[in-house]
Structure formats: C-alpha cells, structure tokens
C-alpha cells in the first residue's frame, strides 16, 4: 500500500506521515499497525532515525486518509493494536488529536505512543490526547544509557498504562528482553523496525546496506 496524497501541503487537516505497516511485532504487545510521523525537533544525540527529523511536506496525508490507511490493515488483519512513533508525534499534536479521535470512534482503543518529551510535559499540555492512547514511552533517547529492555531505547525512557484493561499484555510485552528486529522494503526504502541495543546498531546499518529484502517482506536480523 502507498502512502497516497503525498504531494498534498501540511495544513491543519494534513499530517507528515513518513511509513505505515502491518504487521509490526516488536513496538509493543502482539501484531500492530505501526505509523511512523515525520518530524522531530528534540534532536537526541544518537538518534536511530534521524531521517525521521525533517519536517517535510512530501511526507503530508491528509489525516482522513491516513486513518483509512491504518483502518484497512486492522479491518483486513484484525491487528492487536496501533503503534504510534517518529519523529515525534507530538510535535504534530494539532493534528495527532483528530487522529486518534477517528481511530476511537471506530473501536481502536489499544494505541500505543512513542514521545521522546517527558511524561509530565505531556500530560501537563496534552491531556485530550492522553484520554484517546492506552499506554506511552516517554524521554529523550540518550546515547550511553543501555537497556536490555524490548520496548526501549535508553534506560531513563518509561512506559505508563492508562487503560488498565490492556495492562496484563502491555506488563507481559515489557517484561521481554531485545531479541526480534523487522527489516522491511517498502515505497523504495528500507525500514529496521523494533529496537536494537545502542551497542548493535553500526553493525546494523551496515546490514542493511549489505541485504537484499523483496518488498512488503519480513526479514528477521
Ligand atoms: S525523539 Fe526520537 S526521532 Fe526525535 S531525535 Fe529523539 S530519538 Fe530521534
């Protein structure tokens, strides 16, 4: 599936979406729509995409279209939930907000949000997006602080449930240590999903410039 409407301008009603994909099995419990938006101004040192950062308009979908998107993966493959990154999502909250609120509307409670801002930052400016997400990472990715842990990238990162009825998958999925990386090839880039200890990412991008991945296929690293 192509990210359609692209030559469209950011505004309001558009959103820098940089990749959706299904299925994304290592950013939180289960099989899960993933979404990656364009866009960061936090600028971590060592940041594992910094190809994310750009805020670029080549990159804008309507928001309409990109809950379609979302909604056509989860309606053809009954996803477990919906993964939410970056770039920082919240650095396009204007638009993150109506979003969610479509993908609420329409039963799709279990998402999950990636922020590299802190916790209390976010509740603090963004409660009417807290009340549509289940669970959130926050903090800053911070080079030096190694983690074992599957959902995160630094050790000072947390994970706060806000729907308790999801908390026995997201505590079980939190528990896991780093194992499973995806490498996908799709709309002619290639994309390491999951996260991967600091330590391993060179030999990792060295990797991926070396492997050959036919597109919309998995490979596992
Ligand atoms: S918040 Fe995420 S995308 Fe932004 S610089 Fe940090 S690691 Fe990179």
Not at 123 to 129: A, F, K, S, V, Y
Request: with cysteine.
């Amino acid at each position: 599936m192509k990210n359609g409407s692209r030559n469209a301008k950011k505004t309001s009603e558009n959103i820098l979406v940089r990749f959706i994909h299904y299925p994304v099995e290592t950013l939180g419990p289960g099989r899960r729509v993933g979404v990656w938006l364009q866009g960061c101004f936090i600028r971590c040192k060592g940041c594992i995409s910094p190809e994310n950062q750009p805020f670029d308009d080549v990159y804008s979908m309507s928001i309409s279209e990109t809950a379609a998107q979302i909604l056509s993966y989860a309606d053809a493959y009954g996803c477990d939930g919906i993964t939410i990154s970056g770039g920082e999502p919240f650095d396009q909250a204007e638009e993150l907000l109506p979003l969610l609120q479509k993908l609420q509307k329409i039963g799709h409670t279990d998402v999950l949000v990636y922020t590299g801002y802190a916790k209390e930052k976010i509740l603090r400016e963004h409660p009417g997006i807290i009340e549509h997400i289940a669970a959130l990472i926050d903090g800053e990715f911070k080079l030096g602080l190694h983690t074992e842990a599957v959902w995160k990238g630094s050790e000072n990162q947390t994970l706060t449930i806000f729907r308790h009825e999801f908390a026995p998958k997201y505590e079980s999925w939190a528990a896991e240590r780093k194992g499973k990386l995806q490498l996908v090839r799709k709309n002619g880039e290639i994309r390491l999903i999951g996260i991967p200890r600091q330590e391993d990412l060179p030999v990792l991008l060295a990797k991926i410039g070396e492997t050959s991945v036919t597109e919309n296929e998995d490979k596992d690293l």
